[in-house]
């Protein structure tokens, strides 16, 4: 059990990589908070994971609001009494277009979630995190922030910004004893894959697979196992780590 006993919140863990991290954190002894916009999707995950012996309970909330990201580390501590891990995993993308193409509003959005939901819960989880004397990030960004693909652009610099944020985090935040991690994950088999194509169909999906040396698109579990190694204490002299999890695309 490599997270016994760990308190953890997971945004965006209605489905995808979400869904992929708080199910495995549970299995290795977390207690987890299933965040999520939708609520039909988090109770689901949530059941999933009580079903099976294991902690889980769902706090419904958008990472781009400063409220309810308070009120989302609010629910942690209550639920479980402390707060030792937060996975900004929530993530957004426009579709795959020439960047004129995107709206202010789209631009906005994506900044918002994928961006600024660093920002607020850093705000309100370090002061967490410093009382009880250390606590541990994991930021979910992309290889898009690492080898940009045409038709993502705005994506893909939000997703640097999660890299840049992330290094710059782990430096200030090493004295309190607050680690902070990257995952660049490759496209993979959730709901933002067909954004990400532009279009799902066999020859856009085999365009995108010969990009990867390994052979396929990455699976939640990937990025689950990933995301526990830098979670757990068997990393517990890494910080400031943008892990590739891509199967060799950023080669």
Not at 73 to 97: C, E, K, P, T, W
Not at 231 to 236: I, N, R, T, W, Y
């Amino acid at each position: 059990m490599r997270l016994q006993s760990k308190v953890v919140i997971v945004t965006g863990a209605g489905s995808g990589f979400g869904e992929g991290i708080a199910k495995r954190f549970a299995a290795e002894g977390a207690k987890v908070v299933v965040n999520d916009l939708n609520l039909t999707n988090a109770t689901r995950v949530a059941a999933e994971i009580t079903d099976r012996g294991d902690l889980a309970e769902v706090c419904i909330g958008d990472v781009a609001r400063d409220a309810e990201v308070a009120a989302l580390v609010r629910f942690a501590q209550q639920a479980y009494g402390r707060l030792d891990i937060v996975v900004n995993n929530a993530g957004i993308s426009h579709r795959n277009q020439p960047l004129l193409d995107v709206s202010e509003d789209e631009f906005d959005r994506i900044f918002q979630v994928n961006v600024k939901s660093l920002f607020l819960t850093a705000r309100h989880a370090v002061p967490v995190f410093r009382k009880q004397g250390g606590g541990c990030f994991v930021n979910v960004a992309s290889t898009a922030g690492v080898r940009p693909r045409p038709g993502l652009t705005w994506y893909n610099g939000s997703k640097g910004a999660v890299i840049t944020i992330s290094k710059s985090m782990a430096v200030e935040l090493a004295p309190d004893k607050i680690r902070v991690n990257c995952l660049n994950p490759v496209a993979g088999e959730t709901a933002l894959l067909a954004t990400f194509m532009g279009e799902d169909t066999p020859a856009r999906r085999a365009q995108f697979v010969a990009s990867i040396p390994l052979g396929r698109f990455s699976q939640p579990r990937d990025i689950a196992n990933a995301a526990l190694f830098l979670a757990s204490d068997d990393a517990d002299f890494i910080t400031g780590v943008c892990l590739e999890v891509d199967g060799g695309r950023c080669v």
